[in-house]
């Protein structure tokens, strides 16, 4: 197993790994298979996704949930000292921390236009991305 670093610098960002991925694929012996992600933090997520910076943000928002005033929730959830972080949970939930992609000749055998994603949902913070084949 190997593991990538990705440090984020906004409170809500997309930040493509593909190249960094991609080159730890190219260093396997193993020339086809598939690689495995898994990002160790419940603020973030991983996924494919055609990038566009003009409409990078509206990925993240599409699924994010709206919280009603915080004295609301407190009374509504056991755990409320993570309140303020429960969109940010619930979204990367949505998304998941974990991503198989295939690979063969030494190349991920994504989509033309798809990227691997990290998306940062509670920033900036530094994300361990745990990658096996």
Request: proline share 5%; aromatic share 8%.
């Amino acid at each position: 197993m190997e593991e990538i670093i990705i440090k984020t610098n906004k409170p809500k960002e997309i930040v493509d790994i593909t190249d960094k991925i991609s080159a730890l694929v190219r260093r396997q012996k193993e020339k086809e298979g598939f690689c495995h992600l898994f990002l160790s933090h419940t603020t973030a997520a991983l996924t494919t996704s055609y990038l566009d910076p003009k409409l990078e943000l509206e990925l993240i928002d599409a699924f994010e949930i709206k919280i009603p005033r915080l004295t609301t929730i407190r009374n509504q959830f056991t755990h409320n000292h993570h309140v303020a972080h429960l969109p940010s949970h619930v979204t990367a939930a949505y998304f998941g921390p974990s991503l198989s992609v295939p690979y063969k000749n030494g190349k991920l055998l994504l989509g033309n236009y798809q990227r691997i994603i990290l998306i940062e949902l509670n920033g900036p913070k530094k994300r361990q991305v745990i990658v096996g084949f």
